[in-house]
């Protein structure tokens, strides 16, 4: 069994510098933490968490390193950053044991190889992989971020249990876990995926100073939607998970009250033709754009912005719609609940529930004083919360403690276990 290595005492900061090293002889070359970040999938959502990670780490103090299945536009903003990268050709979102085994023996004679300090793995898959071929090698720190789940309730009981026993079978190969949420966390302790010593909470970031502060009337132009009629919309993938069948019936039912509004989805999934068949057959009008690189900007078009999901970690595209000022409808799932307050930034509607969801929207579009004041009010929290450098000094501050060493000067202090 791994046991988390005693946290050091805090060691005071150096004085302030005398003189620029550069200026005197030549001095030896300090050992940097060789860190290894192992992803399933290193595109949007926990992908582009874990890239934001890699370059708001600090690169004379970690020699950082991430592998992940093909594919997905981040590869080379990774690599152009000095990340070095490791794709795997046999790495699977499913379970796929011939593959999986591939890939265990891949991960392991990498770690090996490489001799990692750190090994932090993201996403169910690649988390069960990479921690255990982490501890085959016994790798000083393994540390896991949990993004969201590989279960839900809306999965067969037999294949939930198989997934959290996977879960709780790599427990204790692993030094400590950061949850993306308090519920999150919480959840994660109840299933005995993590224990409530060693879970901690780290806001997952989103890229603030790509997000337009307010709303960007230019977009409706864009998207061919006058100016003034009411649009609700959301962003993500059209699979599953994130329910687009709902959000179309919503659309229906909120344009019996409001026949003048517009719907719009931002993204690409396999559910694309099935929501474009129902939008037909309830005769409402649904945008869908495809993929779009401008989604911040998009969704800070919207009057109210919805997330329809049956779960969801914590939901990128709702910390940046809300960072931009958006109130917002969201179905309370998982760390959803942590950031949509109701009647403060928003209002919740129980998942898989359209008509639900289709209320509380028509009360928003009724009172837009009051759906202003919770966007504004959603647009500090985002702002304060999903800040990068709080991610970052956070992770920092807990891969010092863990390996013994001193955090940076500023660095945050851990947002707090499970049982704080």
Known sequence: MTESPPFASEWPAAPSRVVDPVSVALQPRLEKIKTLHIITRFRDGSGGNTLMTLLGADQARYDLWVAASRGGPLWERAASSGVRTVQLGRLRETIAPLDDLVTLFQLARLIRRERFTIVHTHSSKAGILGRLAAWLCRT??????????????????????????????ARPMTHAFFAVSPQVATEAVQVGMARSTNVFVVPSAVALDEIPDGSDPL???????????????TVG????????????????????????????????????????AEARRLGVEVIFTGFRDD?????????????????????????????????????????VVDIVEPG???????????????????????????????????????RSLFDPALMCGLIDQAYARLLGLTARAGASSPAGSAED
Do not use: C
Not at 142 to 169: K, N
Not at 219 to 233: E, K
Not at 241 to 246: G, I, R, V
């Open 140 to 169: 000083p720190v393994i540390v896991h971020t949990i993004h969201g789940f590989a279960w839900h309730d809306f999965m067969s009981p037999r294949r939930r249990s198989i997934y959290i026993a996977l879960e709780q079978l």
């Open 237 to 276: 993938r059209l699979d599953f998970q994130k329910a687009p069948l709902d959000f179309v019936r919503m659309a229906a039912s909120v344009r019996t009250s409001h026949p003048d509004a517009r719907f719009v989805w931002v993204g690409e999934g396999d559910l694309l033709e099935e929501a474009q």
């Open 219 to 233: 977009m409706r132009a864009v998207l061919g939607i006058p100016a003034d009629v009411p649009v609700v919309g």
């Open 295 to 335: 989604a911040a900007r998009i969704a800070s078009s919207f009057d109210v912005f919805v997330i329809s999901s049956l779960y969801e970690g914590l939901g990128r595209a709702l910390s940046e719609a809300m960072a931009s000022g958006r109130p917002v409808v969201a179905t309370a799932v998982n760390g």
């Open 344 to 382: 403060v930034t928003g209002l919740l509607a129980p998942p898989a529930d359209p008509e639900a969801l289709a209320r509380k929207v028509v009360w928003l579009l009724d009172r837009p004083d009051a759906a202003r004041r919770m966007g504004e009010a959603g647009r500090k929290r985002a």
